[in-house]
């Protein structure tokens, strides 16, 4: 149910704010010459095309900036890349860690039952039995599904994204419907 990458912020342009979605990680250099390692969570193979631009950020708004991608193939687990004015492995060095974040516009709209994490962000959850859970704060993934971390008061809940337990979702009127298995605490 995910099409992958998360929000981190939306960046000043000529035509007002641009949004991003964080679609990679930089885990590391390679070599003498700037290139880096990337994980990433794109499922567009051509969203890191040489010549393409992508911003990098520590994970604030503030931060991210923007590079050209000179260079990119696929390696081991992930991606080779390098960036245009990364010119040597103390610069990579110094990227590790960052996200890799694309405009939105760049990205194709989801298939049919799938959403970009960052629409699921604040939606309202709420299940037939137990009424108003909370707002979706967090998402991870498990590899077999993504776990919605919905936050209430004092307490979160881990809830799987899979049909069996996500009846709905309505991004327009900002809620997910749930139906927990019975036994289910939600601290409510």
């Excluded at 991608?69 to 890349?81: A, E, T």
């Excluded at 309202?124 to 993504?146: C, E, M, P, R």
Aim: charged residues 25%.
């Amino acid at each position: 149910m995910n099409n992958g990458g998360s929000v981190t912020g939306k960046i000043s342009s000529d035509t007002g704010f641009l949004p991003l979605l964080v679609m990679g990680e930089i885990t590391g250099a390679h070599g003498l010459e700037g290139n880096i390692k990337v994980r990433s969570f794109a499922r567009a193979p051509d969203l890191f095309a040489p010549g393409s631009r992508v911003f990098v950020s520590s994970g604030t708004r503030a931060d991210a900036q923007p590079f050209v991608i000179d260079h990119c193939v696929s390696y081991k687990k992930g991606l080779l890349m390098r960036l245009a004015g990364i010119k040597d492995r103390d610069m990579a060095d110094a990227l590790m860690g960052k996200q890799i974040l694309v405009p939105r516009s760049r990205l194709p709209e989801p298939e049919e039952n799938t959403w970009y994490w960052e629409d699921l962000y604040g939606l309202t959850v709420t299940d037939g039995v137990s009424g108003d859970l909370g707002t979706i704060d967090t998402i991870f993934s498990t590899g077999a599904h993504d776990i919605l971390v919905v936050k209430n008061k004092d307490r979160e809940l881990l809830i799987p994204m899979h049909r069996q337990f996500v009846m709905s979702v309505d991004i327009e009127n900002a809620r997910v419907v749930t139906r927990l298995p019975e036994g289910y605490d939600t601290g409510l």
